[in-house]
T-cell receptor, first 114, second 111 residues
Framework: GAGVSQSPRYKVAKRGQDVALRCDPI?????LFWYQQALGQGPEFLTY????????KSGLPSDRFFAERPEGSVSTLKIQRTQQEDSAVYLC????????????FGDGTRLSIL | RKEVEQDPGPFNVPEGATVAFNCTYS??????FFWYRQDCRKEPKLLMS???SGNEDGRFTAQLNRASQYISLLIRDSKLSDSATYLC????????????FGSGTRLLVRP
């Protein structure tokens, strides 16, 4: 399809397990973003890639969160030793180059930690 | 204080009504402004960008007041399909394009 694709759509894990969330951006989009959205809140920025370079990871809540985009296309967000507070929707967005261009979001991965 | 603040609502209006949402942002260096729409359990989708001169897209009008750090969205002739959460969004750094979202304003349009 033409949009941002995320998988899995839903993920349930036990506390302490590691999880990996995948994002396939729109073809040709250089910029890729990860956001975390808690229930009833707006999305909160986690990290930003330009091609394969991670230029901003200031929003990652702890060192248990790690993101990569090794070939400048698909990105993976990994959460190690998951905690209940990690339960949220994780949204990926991509953006073409150019001033004022909007970000296009994927459907998100709904993560539940038991 | 949150960087982008919105009234959470809900705004409950009849079909055909005009409704306005407001949003304030705290960082005067903010560069770009957007309204996104988010349906329940769906991803945010761009509704419209907001320009300094104000802009209109059909029934939707967005205004920006940089001096007051205030953004508004006006919806005329509300439709049932307008029911959603409206997210006010600010981009502070053009170099990183990081978006700062408000918590959203929920709109319910009733028949």
């Amino acid at each position: 399809g033409a949009g941002v694709s995320q998988s899995p759509r839903y993920k349930v894990a036990k506390r302490g397990q590691d999880v990996a969330l995948r994002c396939d951006p729109i073809s040709g989009h250089v910029s890729l973003f990860w956001y975390q959205q808690a229930l009833g809140q707006g999305p909160e920025f986690l990290t930003y890639f330009q091609n394969e370079a991670q230029l901003d990871k200031s929003g990652l809540p702890s060192d248990r969160f790690f993101a990569e985009r090794p070939e400048g296309s698909v990105s993976t967000l990994k959460i190690q030793r998951t905690q209940q507070e990690d339960s949220a929707v994780y949204l990926c967005a991509s953006r073409p180059t150019g001033m004022g261009q909007p970000q296009h979001f994927g459907d998100g991965t709904r993560l539940s930690i038991l | 204080r949150k960087e982008v603040e919105q009234d959470p609502g809900p705004f409950n209006v009849p079909e055909g009504a005009t409704v306005a949402f407001n949003c304030t942002y705290s960082n005067s260096a903010s560069q770009s402004f957007f309204w996104y729409r988010q349906d329940c359990r769906k991803e945010p989708k761009l509704l419209m960008s907001v320009y300094s001169s104000g802009n209109e897209d059909g029934r939707f009008t967005a205004q920006l007041n940089r001096a007051s750090q205030y953004i508004s969205l006006l919806i005329r002739d509300s439709k049932l399909s307008d029911s959603a959460t409206y997210l006010c969004v600010v981009n502070i750094q053009e170099s990183s394009y990081k978006l700062i979202f408000g918590s959203g304003t929920r709109l319910l349009v009733r028949p």
